[in-house]
């Protein structure tokens, strides 16, 4: 059964609610029409409404009808003048595009997006989890997970979460406490439009391809994330970062661990975006099997450590930091307060380097 809904605004202090009611499962949306507003499930046009708990799935391609392009997509869609609005605890299932952001000051928070190997637009476009389009936005704690789509021009595409337009700027985006594994990619700022102070802090990820491509960017920030590159290659691109000569991104207190071939500061030219010397500071870089004398890449920045950083369970993916972990204590104290669980951080004598401080029991 098909169902779209367009809802109505709420004001300052007074938000509109749509949720579940009773007992049993989630409410359940999915559109496979493109002629019933484009595909999406909800359209978000107003201010101040909530959307909390629903459950999304099925949704269709962009490519399936040419009218139909990837920035109209959206299973939750929120158009430009749509402000103050939450997206959260929703599922969202097999859609290839999960959740789109046009407007300005929404909050993306506590959702589960997974399951997507449809191309969003064939050949170039794979699934996205979340694509942003516009300033003044906030993404967390969500989980994206396996969307991505094999073939097409680049061998494989899609990803947890994209910036993305080409008319809007996209500057004050905060990016954090978010966990992606299985996606081709974790975060991807597109050319066009200024992509000014994005903030990446407290993520966990475990994905295909690349951490950030930055195609855009200036006084960017990406701290405290744990980053693992161990998939096995599945296109044509492979790297950890990409930066192109106009962006300015910091990079510190983030442990990154890689499969063997791999630095975070270097590659295969990617679009020839390889201006790899950008400012960082207290990392840890590892790779796994031994065989990268320097997996930085490049010259290590200040406090900078090449080292295992002694996870509890790398294989299991338990990413806690063991007693005697080179990253404890090792960050620099960069005014976040909470670690990827909520820990208060710090808590020992400085910030721990990563997504998770090191909690003595």
């Known amino acids: 059964m098909e169902h779209y809904t367009s809802v109505v605004p709420g004001v300052t202090g007074r938000p509109i609610i749509y949720t579940e009611y009773g007992t049993g499962r989630a409410p359940r949306f999915t559109n496979q029409s493109y002629q019933l507003q484009k595909g999406r499930m909800i359209q978000i046009d107003g201010c101040y409404i909530v959307v909390d708990g629903l459950y999304f799935y099925d949704g269709i391609p ?6 139909l392009t990837a920035r109209e997509a959206g299973a939750i869609f929120v158009s430009l003048k749509a402000e103050h609005n939450i997206i959260k605890n929703c599922e969202i299932e097999n859609c ?65 979460i994209e910036i993305d337009d080409q008319k809007h700027a996209r500057d004050n985006i905060y990016i954090h406490h978010n966990y992606s594994t299985g996606n081709e990619g974790f975060l991807e700022i597109t050319t066009g439009a200024s992509a000014d102070n994005i903030q990446v802090s407290y993520n966990v990820s475990d994905d295909y391809q690349e951490f950030i491509f930055f195609w855009a960017g200036t006084n960017c920030i990406v701290e405290n994330n744990t980053v693992l590159c161990l998939k096995p290659p599945n296109s044509r691109v492979r790297v950890v970062f990409s930066f192109e000569k106009e962006n300015e991104v910091t990079v510190r207190n983030n442990i990154f661990v890689l499969a063997k071939g791999l630095q975070v500061f270097a590659g295969d030219s990617v679009y020839n975006a390889d201006k790899w010397n950008q400012p960082h500071s207290n990392n840890v870089y590892f790779v796994v099997d031994g065989t990268q004398e320097n997996p930085c890449g490049i010259s290590l920045g200040r406090g900078d450590i090449i080292a295992d950083p002694l996870f509890m369970d790398l294989e299991n993916r338990d990413l806690h930091l063991r007693a005697g972990s080179p990253a404890i204590d090792a960050g620099v104290d960069v005014g976040r307060k909470l670690d990827f669980e909520d820990n208060l951080v710090p808590q020992g004598g400085k910030p721990d380097i990563g997504a998770f401080e090191f909690i003595k029991y």
């Open 62 to 67: 962009a490519n399936r009808n040419r009218h």
């Open 96 to 160: 290839p595009m999960g959740i789109q952001v046009i407007g300005q000051h929404n909050l993306i928070t506590h959702n589960y997006i997974h399951d997507c190997n449809i191309f969003l637009s064939y050949p170039s476009w794979g699934p996205v989890g979340i694509m942003v389009a516009n300033s003044n936005n906030e993404i967390s704690y969500n989980k994206i997970v396996n969307y991505f789509s094999k073939g097409g021009r680049f061998g494989a595409d899609g990803g947890a």
